[in-house]
């Protein structure tokens, strides 16, 4: 019961945080606007978050963990490209499904320089991740041993281009459908090792 309270607490302060700091600008939000945005004392904010900035990153954190867990929870036998295409279009369909607030968050951390040095940062962890799950799943060996980070970085590469261009667009563009398209230019390279039949079954699943 008290974790889940915690849990409770911590998601309307994450949730109040970034609709202000979407709304208002990063350096337009104070802490005590955040908490009383969320109903709580400034104290209960600290007791969760050491800054504004922590509440971001815990929200980019959760998103690199449904990233993987999207990705573990594929079935064998896919090709690589359609593997990750699954896992990333995770947070795109939810960027899609909640398409006014999803932009405003995604332009704050776009256009925030503290921010966007903070969302570099997740993905070279998300990278790591990606790359240990694909290991598991390919073999650590393929493509001499680069194959999963390489595959894991151009994943993410197609992530952060999909999140640039639907930001640039003002929205109008369809995420999924970027998201699609990014990925049938890197699928040659992500499935090259996968023809050779070094990774997968050889068979071309379809997303």
Do not use: N
Not at 25 to 43: L, N, Q, Y
Not at 84 to 95: F, G, K, Q, Y
Request: charged share 25%.
């Amino acid at each position: 019961m008290a974790q889940r309270k915690r849990q409770l607490v911590a998601t309307e302060l994450t949730e109040a945080a970034l609709q202000l700091l979407a709304l208002k600008g990063f350096d337009g939000v104070t802490v005590d606007e955040i908490a009383a945005a969320a109903g709580v004392s400034k104290r209960t904010f600290f007791r969760y978050f050491a800054s504004k900035e922590d509440v971001v990153v815990q929200f980019l954190t959760e998103m690199g963990a449904d990233i993987r867990s999207a990705l573990a929870d594929r079935p064998p036998g896919e090709l690589p490209s359609v593997t990750l295409l699954h896992a990333v279009r995770v947070p795109i369909d939810t960027c899609g499904e909640h398409s006014e607030r999803a932009l405003r968050v995604v332009r704050l951390i776009l256009r925030t320089p503290a921010l966007r040095a903070r969302f570099l940062e997740r993905q070279a962890q998300w990278r790591d991740d990606l790359a240990e799950e694909l290991a598991a799943r390919y073999g650590a060996t393929a493509g001499g041993g680069l194959y999963p980070r390489l595959a894991a970085g151009m994943a993410l590469t197609a992530f952060d281009t999909v999140l640039q261009s639907w930001c640039d667009s003002g929205g109008a563009a369809d995420p999924a459908a970027l998201t699609d398209r990014a990925f049938a230019v890197i699928a040659p390279a992500l499935d090259a090792v996968a023809m050779d039949g070094t990774v997968g079954d050889g068979a071309v699943r379809e997303p």
